[in-house]
Nanobody
């Protein structure tokens, strides 16, 4: 069973930091475009950041300069470093993998809750 397991979520104060991890099981993430999405209650799921198999990254404007996506293929893990967190960053964060050779292979993690509150 292909599995993506997110970890690192939690409750933080505004201005704080969290580092999310997404570990692949029975999947070689080096062959996938990896992304982090988030979904807040009552809102659509939105792309936060993406990283290609070649390490090229992009992120949405609202997190640019605060969030950094990275990958460690040796550990089969993708990370999202989140700094200067704001209340509007509160959401469930999901890891996503899309296979380069055939995008129909598209996998999601179960999500990890990030709450930014004083």
């Amino acid at each position: 069973q292909v599995q993506l397991v997110e970890s690192g979520g939690g409750l933080v104060q505004p201005g704080g930091s969290l580092r999310l991890s997404c570990a692949g099981s029975r999947i070689n993430i080096s062959l996938y475009v990896m992304g982090w999405y988030r979904q807040a209650p009552g809102k659509q799921r939105e792309l936060v950041a993406v990283i290609t198999k070649d390490g090229v990254t992009n992120c949405r404007d609202s997190v640019k300069g605060r969030f950094t996506i990275s990958r460690d293929n040796a550990k089969n893990t993708v990370y999202l470093q989140m700094n200067s967190l704001k209340a509007e960053d509160t959401a469930v964060y999901y890891c996503n993998a899309v296979y380069y050779a055939n995008p129909k292979y598209n996998y999601w993690g179960q999500g990890t809750q990030v709450t930014v509150s004083s």
